[in-house]
């Protein structure tokens, strides 16, 4: 199983739209949760982090299930400048030893249209 | 807003040539990490650095790769035989401290070896 797993898409949605993206882990040790956005052929750059309780920043709101090991974001109202691919993003078991390496899945694609 | 920077931003190499890429964190982060992402593939964690030596490398991270802090500011990727496979953009990203799970990315080196 993979460690992060992402619907590649491409997800294609007129302007206005609102999209979800969704995302699972496999390790129930995983501390910090992250979405990142990133441009084609650039670095990935954080969107936003995930907290248990959800949490929303303007027009995106991201939702963590520890129970389930599922993450979702959610995009309302899409700008042709949301297009991206999305990366759903968690930390390694620090228990492991490791120093917040960050795990990435293969990441979502939007196209908006006008 | 202080940035992560790296040079160059594009490196062609023969095959089996060492090639060094550079990094600056930002000024008061305290751990690094390099990642590699493959075109059309994610984001991979190669090695992170804290107090001026490794803490973890994936198992991609192997006799052929080194890094380095050589002054107060750059972080340093040393590939000593470059091969074909090791075409890549190349990641550099820094975080403050190990509770801040935040990491912020560079722009990336592309490194293209023929």
């Known amino acids: 199983r993979k460690e992060v797993e992402q619907d590649p898409g491409p997800f294609n949605v007129p302007e206005g739209a609102t999209v979800a993206f969704n995302c699972t882990y496999s390790n129930s040790a995983s501390q910090s949760f992250f979405w990142y956005r990133q441009d084609c052929r650039k670095e990935p750059k954080l969107l936003m982090s995930v907290y248990s309780s959800g949490n929303e920043d303007g027009r995106f709101t991201a939702q963590l299930n520890r129970a389930s090991q599922y993450i979702s974001l959610l995009i309302r109202d899409s700008k042709l400048s949301d297009s991206a691919t999305y990366l759903c993003v968690v930390t390694s078991d620090p228990l492991s030893g490791g120093y917040n390496k960050l795990i990435f899945g293969a990441g979502t694609r939007l196209a908006v249209h006008p | 807003e202080p940035e992560v920077t790296q040079t160059p931003s594009h490196q062609v190499t023969q095959m089996g040539q060492e090639v060094i890429l550079r990094c600056v964190p930002i000024s008061n982060h305290l751990y690094f990490y390099w990642y590699r992402q493959i075109l059309g593939q994610k984001v991979e964690f190669l090695v992170s650095?804290?107090?001026?030596?490794?803490?973890?490398k994936s198992e991609i991270f192997d006799d052929q790769f080194s890094v380095e802090r050589p002054d107060g500011s750059n972080f340093t990727l040393k590939i000593r035989s470059t091969k074909l496979e090791d075409s890549a953009m190349y990641f550099c990203?820094?975080?403050?401290?190990?509770?801040?799970?935040?990491?912020?990315f560079g722009p990336g080196t592309r490194l293209t070896v023929t």
């Open positions: 650095f804290y107090n001026n030596e490794i803490s973890e």
């Open positions: 990203a820094s975080s403050p401290s190990s509770q801040d799970y935040e990491q912020y």
